[in-house]
């Protein structure tokens, strides 16, 4: 992480959302209900776009993503080998302003040759680029992961971290370089279900939570810097995906508050972030 101090303006909507006394404004009035879209529809793969590595688009190789018992089961059973074969799941257009929820499980074993990093890993990778641009050898879109992982029954391993292919942020006021950020969730050994959430604010914001419970933010998400830079373009919106990346998981929820029309009204959306954020939605078992 370099510690060199930068400097930019933060938009205001952040500091109403870091102070909920200024949520009670008389003058604005919230939505009286927020409603949630669902990716995924529970039978079919209809709005979804597959691309995995050393396969053209749309190509969904060993049958890798199914539904499955209305989940979207990511497995590897027609697989001899992993072979490096990382895949992605791409809804079928981008979002800018949003809160996604997902809900998930690992199961079952590794797929042979799977990298040990990719043990019980998996991710939604947000920003992402259009999978129509990804190289035919390509292992990951360039985006922002929020990194799904789970326990090996016995060490720490936290879930919702932040990774970054061909990405960086900013974290306390330095630009984070490294490839993986640690997020302070709890750890969930076993095949148990998790809610993951991420708060997506355009170029500004990025906040995960687990079961409720805010576990990592950070800043102005942005691509690799050219040129000797210390900072690169700003992403402003892009495509979500789902990964396979060698243990078998499964996805049985996939929604999406689409908060793109209160992206100009800040104190409206800090409104509705706010009425979001005081549920503590916990995955049920």
């Known amino acids: 992480m370099i510690k060199r101090r930068l400097t930019f303006s933060i938009p205001k909507f952040l500091f109403l959302i870091s102070l909920p006394l200024l949520l009670a404004l008389k003058s604005v009035n ?36 199914r539904v499955v018992d209305h989940k979207i089961q990511v497995n590897y059973d027609q697989y001899e ?27 079952g074993n590794q797929v042979k040759d799977g990298p040990g990093w990719a043990y019980r890993n998996s991710g939604i990778m947000i920003y992402g680029q259009d999978p ?10 360039v985006s922002i992961e929020v990194q799904l992982l789970g326990g090996n029954g016995k060490d720490k391993r936290p879930t919702a971290n932040v990774c970054t292919p061909g990405t960086q942020y900013v974290l306390d006021n330095s630009v984070v370089k490294s490839h993986c950020l640690d997020s302070k969730s709890a750890t969930f050994h076993g095949d148990q279900w998790v809610r993951v959430e991420a708060l997506v604010l355009g170029d500004s914001l990025v906040v995960h939570y687990v079961n409720g419970e805010e576990v990592l933010r950070y800043q102005r998400p942005q691509l690799d810097p050219v040129g000797g830079a210390e900072e690169g373009a700003l992403l402003k919106s892009g495509t979500i995906s789902l990964q396979s990346e060698s243990h078998p998981v499964e996805f049985r929820k996939v929604e999406i508050v689409n908060l793109e029309k209160y992206a100009h009204d800040p104190q409206k959306l800090a409104l509705v972030i706010q009425q979001l954020t005081a549920e503590k939605r916990i995955a049920k078992q």
């Open 81 to 107: 080998k992993f072979d490096e074969q990382f895949g992605h799941l791409f809804y079928k257009k981008p979002f800018s302003y949003y809160l996604i929820g997902v809900e998930y499980r690992f199961t």
């Open 132 to 141: 129509k641009t990804m190289g035919l050898d390509q292992d990951f879109p």
């Open 30 to 65: 919230a939505p009286s209900k927020i409603k949630w879209e669902q990716l995924f529809n529970g039978k079919d793969l209809n709005d979804w776009t597959v691309k995995i590595r050393k396969h053209k688009l749309d190509e969904n190789f060993g049958n890798t993503f």
